[in-house]
């Protein structure tokens, strides 16, 4: 069974350019939630889609934003990127966070460099 | 706003010998799960935890929850070097089943032979 796939897993932007990463999740699973991954920072949610609906959102300005299609994949944009947005983007995909079915599984991150 | 804790956040540790990392966390939940992370690496699931008094063990690692004290714990039996990496302990915060983890800041353990 293939897992969370992130890509690309790499990426070099300038300031004030924008960048889109996406995620596909493990086969049957509907939610989708992103965070990053800083050195200063930790890691910190930004956003969870279910059924193409965003559901929760953390505390980031209104340059990130994301978005589910009808088959559960999911994209994060950055726009006007800053040099702090340098991170470690996580997706995670999970079959059903109630129920008891909550594991939330990770992919293996795209890693951004803003320069 | 949710808080959550762990100590310590660097170990170093001799193989054979047993430790214990803590987490501690400001708000109710039934939700915690734990995460390893290996340098470069993404978050590899390693227990989810999701009533009051539950305990998990997988080889020598185990874990467990009380939510009347807001604390979990991950005690390391008779280390091995392959254990080498950061452990995060996460707090599930969504409402209404819509997921969003808060996690703690993790704890690089190192084990040395």
């Known amino acids: 069974k293939a897992g969370v796939t992130q890509t690309p897993r790499y990426l070099i932007k300038t300031r004030g350019q924008q960048v889109t990463l996406s995620c596909s999740p493990i086969s049957g699973h509907r939610s989708v939630s992103w965070y990053q991954q800083t050195p200063g920072q930790g890691l910190q949610f930004l956003f969870e889609?279910?059924?193409?609906?965003?559901?929760n959102k953390g505390n980031f300005p209104g340059r990130f934003s994301g978005r589910q299609f009808s088959n559960s994949r999911s994209e994060m944009n950055v726009s006007t990127l800053e040099l702090g947005d340098s991170a470690l983007y996580l997706c995670?995909?999970?079959?059903?966070?109630?129920?008891?079915?909550?594991?939330?599984?990770f992919g293996q991150g795209t890693r951004l460099t803003v320069v | 706003e949710l808080k959550v804790e762990q100590n310590p956040l660097f170990l170093s540790m001799q193989e054979e010998k047993n430790y214990t990392i803590y987490c501690n966390y400001s708000t109710t939940s039934d939700r915690l799960y734990w995460y390893r992370q290996d340098p470069g690496k993404s978050l590899e699931s390693l227990f989810v935890l999701l009533s009051n008094g539950a305990v998990k063990q997988e080889g020598r690692l185990m874990a467990s929850l009380d939510t009347k004290a807001r604390l979990s714990t991950l005690h390391i039996t008779a280390a091995v070097h392959d254990l080498s990496a950061t452990y995060f302990c996460?707090?599930?915060?969504?409402?209404?089943?819509?997921?969003?983890?808060?996690f703690g800041q993790g704890t690089r353990l190192t084990i040395n032979p």
């Open positions: 995670a995909s999970s079959l059903d966070p109630t129920g008891g079915r909550a594991e939330a599984f």
């Open positions: 996460a707090v599930d915060r969504g409402i209404q089943g819509a997921q969003k983890l808060v």
């Open positions: 889609y279910f059924s193409e609906t965003q559901r």
